[in-house]
Nanobody, 127 residues
Framework: QVQPVESGGGLVQAGGSLRLSCAAS????????MGWFRQAPGKEREFVAA????????YYADSVKGRFTISRDNAKNTVYLQMNSLKPEDTAVYYC????????????????????WGQGTQVTVSS
């Protein structure tokens, strides 16, 4: 099992950048596919980005493609979300999720495909 813990959220002006981190406890972190999701007030949780446990496969929502980059450091049990050119519509609580997989290149895109979730970190982008 892993327990994700997010950090790095905050308030930033439109056009700015933030880097979110997700530190996950557990010795088998490298066997977990990881994902970032977000939820704005009054909206459903939506997919942002995902990465395979090998790090060789990534996938992004169309709304963030070209602006956000997901990466991972298995030696540090950490996954990152670099967010550039932030927009007010990126304002949300961002969640990190983990799911065990034996397939090196698998990425998971739906919330119900993940068993382990962090508590979330608030990202607010002002106009």
């Amino acid at each position: 099992q892993v327990q994700p813990v997010e950090s790095g959220g905050g308030l930033v002006q439109a056009g700015g950048s933030l880097r979110l981190s997700c530190a996950a406890s557990g010795r088998t972190f490298s066997s977990y596919a990881m994902g970032w999701f977000r939820q704005a007030p009054g909206k459903e949780r939506e997919f942002v980005a995902a990465i395979s446990w090998s790090g060789g496969s990534t996938y992004y929502a169309d709304s963030v493609k070209g602006r956000f980059t997901i990466s991972r450091d298995n030696a540090k049990n950490t996954v990152y979300l670099q967010m550039n050119s932030l927009k007010p519509e990126d304002t949300a609580v961002y969640y990190c999720a983990a799911e065990f997989t034996v397939v090196p290149g698998m990425v998971k895109l739906k919330p119900n495909q993940y068993d382990y979730w962090g508590q979330g970190t608030q990202v607010t982008v002002s106009s």
